[in-house]
């Protein structure tokens, strides 16, 4: 049975973008597998610094907690500890704001055991400063970590916290140890390392999917898939190999969000830096969205927080097949097209060739077979998109960059 919240904010001066955080409020309480009953707001020069709201409108919401059996409020903004445990007090009833409830959407869709240890950190980091008011609060809400009889001791429950941070953040160490070494080998490859950045929900698994079925991979291989914030967590990497296009690899990294915590992306540190290392970045935005222009400037500013602002990017406008007035324009640093009903992946596709390859040249060769020997140095570094195995040796297509040709040119064909 789903959780009966009220969702509510302060309406501060000068913030235009209230009723849109409003909704994007509710559209995250329902990622949590909650029912949003009631929404109530309030407009203020800024919050009351003890309890948030004013005092008439505290009253107002605890008779709304009355009367529609509501069972937690869900702010807009991220409150310090004072005035969640003063909510508490005076609603008699639980009060989450937007940084827990994201943190608990992570703990939910976490499925690798690195991101869950990453969320369990993040949680564990932002409930230390929160025992001073309330452990009974955070051992319900960070999943019973604090429960037994010394609970209520700050001391101990500090203790044990810190203890559980440290512990955590040594299994992560060891975790990503291992994919660092994966991580240069990458780094030592041909291939070109693009990286799917953006908003939430702009649809940048549809476009790792769409990819995958081009290249005929296995359907194990694709990215859960679904029209809801945060449905990806994990990072993937995946082999884009589409016959006739040059092969890369291309990452799918967690989705952005205006505001997002600094516990997260303190705790994705390693998994965002798929995105750090990328040759490219596909900038994912939702065309259909009407505030997408306000979403892009979000994704952009927190590139910037996590050091990827100076990395080239392609800005993709997703889900045109939802857009009625769209005015379409295809540029060199902007693509159009609705991964969903495959409309526009063949440009992406021309597009990335162009990015990948600007200083490289197409061309043929032919290896004897007593020459398959130099197919270990060819391949790396050459970007091979097709091969033949013919009576008289192995032909291949590819493309090399110019300053390598000398070292192969002796095999080059003119037919393929």
């Given at each position: 049975?789903?959780?009966?919240?009220?969702?509510?904010?302060?309406?501060?001066q000068?913030?235009?973008?209230?009723?849109?955080?409003?909704?994007?409020?509710?559209?995250?309480?329902?990622?949590?597998?909650?029912?949003?009953?009631?929404?109530?707001?309030q407009?203020?020069?800024?919050?009351h610094?003890?309890?948030?709201?004013?005092?008439?409108?505290?009253?107002?919401?605890?008779?709304?907690?009355?009367?529609?059996?509501?069972?937690?409020?869900?702010?807009?903004?991220?409150?310090?500890?004072?005035?969640?445990?003063?909510?508490?007090?005076a609603?008699?009833?639980?009060?989450?704001?937007?940084?827990?409830?994201?943190l608990?959407?992570?703990?939910?869709?976490?499925?690798?055991?690195?991101?869950?240890?990453?969320?369990?950190?993040?949680?564990?980091?932002?409930?230390?400063?929160?025992?001073?008011?309330?452990?009974?609060?955070?051992?319900?809400?960070?999943?019973?970590?604090?429960?037994?009889?010394g609970?209520?001791?700050?001391?101990?429950?500090?203790?044990?916290l810190?203890?559980?941070?440290?512990?955590?953040?040594?299994?992560?160490?060891?975790?990503?140890?291992?994919?660092?070494?994966?991580?240069?080998s990458?780094?030592?490859?041909?291939?070109?390392?693009?990286?799917?950045i953006g908003?939430?929900?702009?649809?940048?698994?549809?476009?790792l999917?769409?990819?995958?079925?081009?290249s005929?991979?296995?359907?194990?291989?694709?990215?859960?898939?679904?029209?809801?914030?945060?449905?990806?967590?994990?990072?993937?990497v995946?082999?884009?190999?589409?016959?006739?296009?040059t092969?890369?690899?291309?990452?799918?990294?967690?989705?952005?969000?205006?505001?997002?915590?600094?516990?997260?992306?303190?705790?994705?540190?390693?998994?965002?830096?798929?995105?750090?290392?990328?040759?490219?970045?596909?900038?994912?935005i939702?065309?259909s969205?009407p505030?997408?222009?306000?979403?892009?400037?979000?994704?952009?500013?927190?590139?910037?927080?996590?050091?990827?602002?100076?990395?080239?990017?392609?800005?993709?406008?997703?889900?045109?097949?939802?857009?009625?007035?769209?005015?379409?324009?295809?540029?060199?640093?902007?693509?159009?097209?609705s991964?969903?009903?495959n409309?526009?992946?063949?440009?992406?596709?021309?597009?990335?060739?162009?990015?990948?390859?600007?200083?490289?040249?197409?061309l043929?060769?032919?290896?004897?077979?007593?020459?398959?020997?130099?197919?270990?140095?060819f391949?790396?570094?050459?970007?091979?998109?097709d091969?033949?195995?013919?009576?008289?040796?192995?032909?291949?297509q590819?493309?090399?960059?110019?300053?390598?040709r000398?070292?192969?040119?002796?095999?080059?064909?003119?037919?393929?």
């Amino acid at each position: 049975m789903k959780q009966r919240v009220l969702i509510a904010g302060v309406w501060e001066q000068n913030n235009m973008d209230f009723q849109r955080q409003m909704e994007e409020l509710e559209g995250l309480s329902n990622a949590c597998d909650m029912e949003v009953v009631d929404r109530i707001s309030q407009k203020m020069t800024t919050r009351h610094p003890a309890t948030y709201f004013g005092s008439g409108r505290l009253l107002e919401i605890k008779e709304r907690i009355e009367e529609m059996n509501v069972q937690a409020v869900v702010l807009l903004h991220e409150c310090t500890p004072s005035q969640l445990h003063h909510l508490e007090k005076a609603l008699s009833c639980t009060v989450i704001d937007r940084t827990e409830l994201i943190l608990q959407i992570f703990e939910r869709r976490a499925r690798t055991k690195e991101a869950r240890i990453q969320v369990q950190m993040a949680l564990c980091q932002y409930a230390l400063p929160r025992l001073i008011h309330s452990s009974d609060h955070w051992s319900r809400q960070a999943g019973g970590r604090n429960k037994g009889k010394g609970e209520q001791q700050l001391a101990l429950d500090k203790r044990l916290l810190q203890k559980q941070i440290r512990s955590l953040r040594q299994e992560l160490k060891q975790i990503q140890s291992k994919k660092q070494t994966q991580r240069r080998s990458r780094q030592q490859s041909i291939l070109k390392k693009i990286a799917l950045i953006g908003y939430t929900n702009a649809g940048k698994s549809t476009i790792l999917n769409r990819l995958l079925e081009m290249s005929n991979q296995k359907t194990e291989k694709k990215v859960l898939e679904k029209d809801m914030l945060f449905a990806t967590l994990d990072t993937n990497v995946r082999l884009i190999h589409v016959k006739g296009h040059t092969p890369f690899l291309l990452s799918d990294t967690v989705g952005f969000l205006e505001q997002m915590p600094d516990a997260l992306l303190d705790a994705f540190d390693a998994t965002l830096k798929e995105a750090m290392d990328a040759d490219l970045l596909l900038h994912v935005i939702d065309a259909s969205d009407p505030q997408f222009a306000e979403k892009r400037k979000v994704t952009i500013e927190t590139l910037r927080r996590i050091h990827c602002g100076d990395v080239p990017s392609l800005e993709i406008y997703n889900k045109i097949d939802r857009c009625k007035d769209l005015v379409i324009e295809q540029k060199e640093d902007k693509l159009f097209l609705s991964a969903l009903q495959n409309e526009g992946m063949e440009l992406l596709l021309e597009a990335l060739d162009q990015k990948q390859w600007q200083d490289s040249l197409s061309l043929q060769w032919k290896f004897p077979y007593d020459q398959q020997q130099l197919l270990s140095s060819f391949y790396h570094y050459v970007a091979v998109y097709d091969r033949k195995e013919k009576a008289d040796g192995i032909y291949l297509q590819g493309k090399i960059p110019v300053e390598r040709r000398l070292q192969f040119q002796h095999y080059e064909i003119n037919e393929y």
